[in-house]
């Protein structure tokens, strides 16, 4: 509940750092002098980045990170420098980035380092704007992305441990390894490139399954030529479990507590202390009240981990858009998969846009350090309406689709013969099988993640996480029927021990009256990019009223030169993705708290663009654009607004919210559980 009602002060615990760490005039912020230490300017590399007792120094001189998160792969490439110029302008002199093993090999052997995943040319774009980079290759990223980042690939060895020594898993990360470091190896700092520092995983302390899994990991990077400062990144409580030798440990803001600085003293003496994630937010899940930060509590926060000395890597400093299907899920407080949009209170807005806690940030640098000039964002155009829609039905769509898998049972998409082999990753897993009595049906749990049911085409109910259970009443008049299941997979979980498990689509049996069906037509729906472009026929029928879904949806939109940002409102819709010019977007659901998807202006061109919605459920007549992005409602942001005004640190504040806690429950019941109901009123 405190997490909702909004963080409280003393989540840091910072007075406790003060018996760790070097003391400084609390009533004085430190003046930095590092202009002469960018990329651009110095030359001579000799000495990285180094922990000298309580403090950074490059090339021997004291250095204090300023860091914040942008991650290359939710950022249009085309705003790549427009987003690293403003991190520069804003103060912010690193940039650290999350290099994600399952965008980078979809399947086994099959690497992608161009376009959007161009790692090598944001690296050096960095540099040319004056920040130095901490990379963190992973393996395992986190981020919240889909399996933590690694590739879904990996589950179809049903004795697969992931982030362990299990050779499967070496294995496979050997051979990532051996096309990812040769890339970014030149590019370190005493090669004269702009990485200070290397992230070694991510939080395995709160994971831990193999005390030897984190020493070979460094192995596997410093015998491919990794020489820089290694860091690890652990909350409060999994300090101790996953830190190594010799290597610096860094911390999350999660779980601090006063034995996180004095554990930190333990391991490593009086070191200087990098906040790895600081953040002021969370990201958003389906369903859910919106998270909103607290910027008076940021900024104090702020000041003083700079007074302290602290550095500090803001998360995220542009968090941009879940592209695609590459948001994963948390199990905290049941199954809750990411929304689309990770703007997650950013200082720069999904869009790129600057915010007020920007310039709040930026005033504040300009009296500790030197930053550039502010350069005015563009403007930003509107559209009307798009009217005129066409449809076709998914089941129309069925026989243009790759040929289906045959099979007596179930098979998890994962394990499906398709993609040469590699099985499917993301989006939807149709099955098809007969019946020839109604009853009741039954899952077991083994509808990953959320089945829409379907007998001769007519939608009849949902089994998901917290449904697994429907009745089925069969025609009399008909023999037999078809029962369609169409199962999407929400994102695999982010983080936890139960990753090992994240096997998506029909995962073991479904039941009627408690016998087991059998012999199923599975159609893989994994709606990659250029999939409206290849698999959808040439010809569609005139939108005259709502279409029952699931079914295709396409318009088109026209645009001036140049192209802009924009924003389609999901209002009318229910559920379901967007592509745009062949390129999927990601995900929408009437449950809120997303109500708009970003559509950047790189991926649109002048002229005639097209427009294609997948709607699982009954589509609009009407698609809906905007110039603003709506993430979450009013009445949500007064809500986690009361945060900011009943502080859970004061007696007046812990007061106040015992009053109003017994009002919280029936709120979290209307707005904070996906129930299928409200995905398709």
């Not at 909702?4 to 615990?13: A, D, N, S, T, V």
Request: with cysteine; net charge positive; aromatic share 12%.
């Amino acid at each position: 509940m405190w997490t909702f009602l909004g963080r409280p002060e003393c989540i840091l615990c910072l007075s406790s750092a003060l018996s760790t760490m070097a003391l400084y005039n609390l009533k004085e912020l430190p003046r930095l002098n590092q202009t002469h230490l960018t990329p651009l300017l110095l030359v001579t590399r000799r000495v990285g980045l180094k922990a000298e007792r309580s403090q950074f120094t490059l090339e021997g001189s004291p250095f204090r990170i300023i860091s914040g998160t942008i991650d290359y792969f939710r950022i249009p490439r085309q705003k790549w420098r427009i987003s690293l110029r403003m991190m520069r302008d804003c103060g912010f002199n690193t940039l650290t980035t999350h290099v994600p093993w399952n965008l980078h090999e979809p399947a086994v052997g099959q690497f992608r380092f161009t376009e959007n995943l161009d790692l090598i040319t944001f690296i050096t774009m960095a540099s040319g704007e004056g920040l130095w980079v901490i990379l963190c290759p992973g393996p395992y990223v986190g981020s919240d992305l889909d399996l933590g980042g690694l590739p879904s690939w990996l589950l179809k060895d049903p004795k697969m441990k992931l982030r362990t020594t299990y050779k499967g898993f070496t294995g496979a990360m050997n051979s990532y390894f051996d096309h990812l470091v040769p890339r970014i190896a030149p590019f370190q700092y005493r090669k004269g490139g702009p990485i200070i520092a290397v992230q070694i995983e991510n939080e395995y302390g709160s994971y831990y399954m193999d005390k030897k899994y984190m020493a070979y990991v460094k192995k596997a990077l410093v015998s491919r030529g990794i020489s820089e400062l290694l860091m690890t990144a652990d909350d409060g409580l999994g300090l101790r479990k996953g830190h190594l030798k010799n290597v610096l440990a860094t911390v999350h803001m999660k779980n601090i507590r006063k034995q996180t600085y004095e554990d930190l003293e333990s391991i490593q003496g009086r070191s200087p202390i990098l906040m790895m994630v600081y953040t002021s937010n969370s990201f958003d899940t389906w369903g859910a009240l919106r998270h909103f930060g607290d910027p008076q509590m940021l900024m104090k926060d702020v000041r003083e981990m700079f007074v302290l000395g602290f550095s500090f890597n803001f998360y995220m400093f542009h968090g941009g858009t879940n592209f695609g299907f590459i948001g994963g899920a948390q199990s905290s407080d049941g199954y809750l998969p990411v929304v689309t949009s990770y703007d997650y209170n950013g200082l720069l807005t999904e869009v790129g846009a600057r915010t007020p806690e920007y310039r709040v940030f930026q005033e504040f640098f300009r009296t500790v350090t030197d930053i550039s000039n502010k350069r005015k964002p563009a403007n930003i155009f509107t559209y009307a309406p798009l009217k005129l829609l066409y449809f076709k039905t998914l089941w129309e769509v069925l026989p243009h689709l790759d040929r289906p898998t045959k099979s007596v049972k179930p098979i998890p998409m994962e394990l499906l013969p398709v993609n040469q082999g590699n099985g499917q990753s993301f989006g939807y897993t149709l099955y098809e099988t007969t019946i020839s009595h109604g009853g009741l049906l039954t899952s077991r749990g083994h509808v990953q993640d959320r089945g829409q049911v379907f007998l001769d085409n007519n939608h009849i109910g949902v089994l998901d996480h917290y449904n697994d259970e429907l009745p089925i009443v069969k025609n009399p008049s008909k023999k037999t029927q078809v029962l369609r299941i169409l199962v999407e997979n929400q994102g695999r979980l982010t983080y936890g021990k139960d990753i090992n498990k994240q096997r998506k689509g029909l995962t073991g049996d479904i039941y009627l009256d408690k016998i087991p069906l059998r012999h199923f037509t599975i159609y893989s729906l994994e709606l990659k990019n250029a999939f409206t472009q290849k698999k959808l026929p040439k010809s569609w029928e005139i939108v005259t009223s709502h279409v029952q879904g699931p079914a295709f949806f396409l318009s088109h939109l026209r645009v001036a030169d140049p192209p802009q940002d924009i924003f389609i409102k999901i209002k009318g819709w229910a559920k379901g993705v967007i592509f745009i010019n062949g390129q999927i977007l990601g995900r929408y659901w009437n449950v809120g708290p997303q109500e708009t998807l970003y559509v950047p202006g790189s991926w649109l061109h002048p002229g005639v663009n097209e427009i294609v919605m997948f709607e699982e459920l009954k589509g609009s007549v009407k698609i809906q654009l905007t110039e603003e992005a709506n993430l979450g409602t009013t009445f949500q942001r007064a809500i986690s607004a009361l945060g900011t005004i009943f502080s859970p640190c004061t007696i007046e504040g812990l007061s106040m919210m015992l009053i109003i806690a017994p009002f919280i429950p029936p709120i979290l019941r209307r707005y904070n559980r996906p129930h299928p109901s409200a995905a398709s009123s």
